[in-house]
């Protein structure tokens, strides 16, 4: 599990294919700090730790990405030279700072608009029409791994809908958020909680 606080931005190194695509990742982390087989979000993937190395400060750490991960995350997202959000998994005690993450991509959204407010980045962001029902005004969602409150949602006509996000000054700098653009797609997990509302609600029907 995971909070969807970025810790740090990582960058795809090298790639190779074994089957699955074995990505090497550089990072600012220590990497006696870093566990084989911890688990470690990237862009909001939860992926698992094969290899590390490296320094403090200047470190790496090896994934391996299956056909299925890379099918159903950004497209581009597993390239050379790619910033990725990274967040090691939540430890018993830590700070519970955004909401409860499960490193799982539900779908790929698109950004329709971005635009500068008060200093802050104003970003609506076009979800599938299967993630529709999952988005609510004030609730929480994940995007590229980052921890967000939808700020409003408009339904579109062909069943797809458009939610609205703030992004302070901070996260933009400290995320991959603040280089988006219109027409860049990103990684959409819902909040877990509408995932069993939503079951439960089918269910009862």
Known sequence: MFTGIVTAIGTVAAIEQRGDLHVRIACPFDPERIAIGASIAC?????????????????WFAVDVSQETVSRTVPGQWEEGRKLNLEPSLRLGDELGGHLVTGHVDAVGEVAERRSVDGSIHF???????LAPFIAAKGSITVDGVSLTVNAVEDEADGSARFALNIIPHTGEVTTLGALAEGDKVNLEIDVLAR???????LAG
């Open 124 to 130: 609506e962001i076009r979800a599938p029409k299967a």
């Open 196 to 202: 069993y509302l939503k079951r439960m609600q089918a």
């Open 43 to 59: 862009s909001g993937v939860c992926l698992t730790v094969t290899e590390r190395g490296g320094s403090a400060g200047d470190a």
